[in-house]
């Protein structure tokens, strides 16, 4: 990715009875991929989850919380629920070549399940086409996706 705009994504699950989280899958996007993917949703589910993702960063600046700050806490950056009491998780950055283009972003469990009902049918539809086309997902993780216990957003 030298020198290209690109998005990582990780999930985490925190297992009962384990000190640290799990990585249970990540992958990286470039900006064109990104791009056509977020085209692929209709234009409702987009403007739901941008609105959903603005007020959220808006009551976060309100909050006077800083976002590297809730990051580095493992806090969602979001609602600032403790990443540790999330079944699951899911971290994003945006980065250019080696560099981070700004603070990661960390959704707790209840963030994604909120942004899943934002989507619209078709939209849940074209993620699921996306992501069976685009990784090779362990059946597990295909059925998650497919059922929207994981949400790749």
């Known amino acids: 990715?030298?020198?290209?705009?690109?998005?990582?994504?990780?999930?985490?699950?925190?297992?009962?009875?384990?000190?640290?989280p799990q990585a249970i899958f990540d992958f990286a996007m470039c900006e064109k991929c990104m791009t056509e993917a977020r085209a692929e949703l209709s234009l409702e589910s987009r403007m739901r989850i941008d609105r959903f993702m603005m007020e959220g960063f808006q009551k976060l600046e309100e909050s006077g919380d800083d976002p590297q700050?809730?990051?580095?806490?493992?806090?969602?950056?979001?609602?600032?629920?403790?990443?540790?009491?999330?079944?699951?998780y899911q971290v994003m950055a945006v980065c250019q070549g080696e560099s981070l283009l700004d603070s990661p972003v960390s959704l707790s469990e209840d963030m994604l399940h909120q942004i899943q009902e934002l989507l619209s049918e078709k939209s849940r539809d074209e993620l699921n086409r996306f992501s069976e086309n685009n990784f090779g997902w362990p059946?597990?993780?295909?059925?998650?996706?497919r059922d929207g216990d994981l949400v790749l957003v």
């Open 1 to 20: 990715m030298e020198g290209g705009m690109y998005a990582i994504q990780k999930v985490f699950k925190n297992y009962p009875g384990e000190e640290k």
């Open 139 to 145: 059946p597990e993780l295909r059925k998650a996706i």
């Open 69 to 88: 700050v809730r990051f580095e806490g493992q806090r969602c950056t979001i609602s600032g629920q403790s990443l540790a009491e999330s079944r699951e």
